[in-house]
């Protein structure tokens, strides 16, 4: 995925259709307050309902946030960053990642949107569920937070200022990915897996 031009100013027009073009954007505020509410309750249902211990909510809530830093990894590299030889998947994989490479900047894409979200949120958790049965509860809000994490880094990388000096690493890293060699550094909240692989 290369760009002749980066666009720090602007947005790209994803669909004709208005209302289509509309739920491609969203703020960091809609998506925490959408899932805020399932961070605190399936922990809570673990321990009162399934009778899970807090240690072990806390070690499986822990491990879903380790799995998410491992997932955007692989997302990163291997599907947004996938180079389909034909046009329809080209125009897939633009809607999907290409646009914010050419855009950086645009501040409503900097999160998924809210309809796309719920539904790959969902997914994840029915994979979970089928692998892990009742430890998915706690595991998947871990796993939530990670991304809620990483969305809002995602954000502020581009949005602002690195608010603390320990960050100016992190920012550089995805600045150099988008703005040097996008074949490297697909890690945005944490470069484990950069070094790792």
Do not use: C
């Amino acid at each position: 995925m290369e760009f002749d031009k980066i666009y720090n100013k602007g947005q790209a027009q994803l669909f004709k259709n208005q209302y289509l073009e509309y739920l491609t954007k969203t703020h960091p505020l809609v998506i925490w307050g959408m899932y805020l509410p399932i961070l605190i309750f399936l922990p809570y249902y673990a321990i009162n309902t399934l009778a899970f211990s807090g240690l072990k909510v806390f070690f499986l809530f822990i491990m879903g946030m380790f799995f998410w830093s491992f997932m955007e990894y692989v997302l990163h590299r291997f599907l947004f960053h996938h180079h389909p030889e034909s046009e329809k998947g080209k125009r897939i994989n633009y809607v999907l990642h290409g646009n914010h490479h050419e855009y950086p900047r645009d501040k409503e894409r900097l999160f998924m949107p809210a309809v796309p979200s719920l539904i790959i949120a969902s997914a994840f958790f029915l994979v979970y569920y089928i692998i892990l049965g009742n430890m998915a509860f706690p595991f998947f809000p871990g796993f939530m937070l990670g991304y809620l994490i990483y969305g809002s880094m995602h954000y502020g990388i581009h949005a602002m200022s690195p608010p603390f000096k320990w960050m100016k690493g992190l920012w550089r890293n995805h600045h150099l990915h988008h703005y040097k060699n996008n074949n490297m550094g697909f890690g945005v909240s944490s470069t484990l897996w950069d070094y790792i692989f």
